[in-house]
């Protein structure tokens, strides 16, 4: 028991993933959200889970804070999954894609909410050339924004939790910001 242990916190200290077998490669755990991911061509398959009956989130790649990420929120409420794609217009602000000129590229969208954790998977490419979507990297080094709201199932509603990473997708090594 005490290797099993010991080999836990090192893994975790050293920032590596964890193998999942729910069809994802890729499994990061930080305070209470999961982000799960598989590459997959020029696809990347998400599922992001956090404790909380309001919205979960992902950003990609700010140029600084959340100015010029792309972000994909989503929430479940009486069964229905609702989830947009944002872009980061400011360090502290983000509006829909589609208000800005550009448009939502996100496929595959599912989700359920139970017993406290809201839970959304989706599909989006890794570059969509969108005018509004950062490209999204397999070589090197990602920004990964991760947050979610608590409580309310709107896209209004400020985060509860926030956290930036910084993730290379292919080894699913990472570190926090």
Same mark, same amino acid.
């Given at each position: 028991?005490?290797?099993?242990?010991?080999?836990?916190?090192?893994?975790?200290?050293?920032?590596?993933?964890?193998?999942?077998?729910?069809?994802?490669?890729?499994?990061?755990?930080?305070?209470?959200?999961?982000?799960?991911?598989?590459?997959?061509?020029? +696809?990347?398959?998400?599922?992001?889970?956090?404790?909380?009956?309001?919205?979960?989130?992902?950003?990609?790649?700010?140029?600084?804070?959340?100015?010029?990420?792309?972000?994909?929120?989503?929430?479940?409420?009486? &069964?229905?999954?609702?989830?947009?794609?944002?872009?980061? *217009?400011?360090?502290?602000?983000?509006?829909?894609?589609?208000?800005? &000129?550009?448009?939502?590229?996100?496929?595959?969208?599912?989700?359920?909410?139970?017993?406290?954790?809201?839970?959304? *998977?989706?599909?989006?490419?890794?570059?969509?050339?969108?005018?509004?979507?950062?490209?999204?990297? +397999?070589?090197?080094?990602? *920004?990964?924004?991760?947050?979610?709201?608590? &409580?309310?199932?709107?896209?209004?509603?400020?985060?509860?939790?926030?956290?930036?990473?910084?993730?290379?997708?292919?080894?699913?090594?990472?570190?926090?910001?």
């Amino acid at each position: 028991m005490w290797v099993t242990i010991i080999f836990l916190l090192v893994v975790l200290s050293t920032g590596l993933c964890l193998a999942v077998s729910n069809g994802y490669d890729n499994k990061i755990a930080v305070e209470n959200i999961v982000f799960e991911w598989k590459l997959s061509g020029e +696809t990347i398959h998400i599922r992001l889970a956090a404790k909380t009956e309001g919205w979960v989130g992902i950003g990609f790649n700010p140029s600084k804070r959340m100015k010029d990420a792309n972000f994909i929120i989503g929430y479940v409420k009486e &069964g229905n999954v609702k989830v947009t794609d944002h872009y980061g *217009t400011t360090e502290r602000q983000h509006e829909k894609d589609t208000k800005l &000129g550009g448009q939502m590229n996100i496929a595959d969208i599912a989700g359920k909410e139970e017993n406290g954790v809201t839970e959304i *998977t989706f599909s989006i490419p890794l570059n969509s050339e969108g005018p509004k979507d950062r490209p999204i990297w +397999t070589n090197k080094d990602n *920004t990964v924004l991760l947050a979610y709201g608590a &409580g309310r199932d709107s896209f209004r509603a400020k985060h509860h939790f926030k956290t930036a990473l910084k993730v290379n997708l292919t080894t699913g090594e990472f570190s926090t910001m």
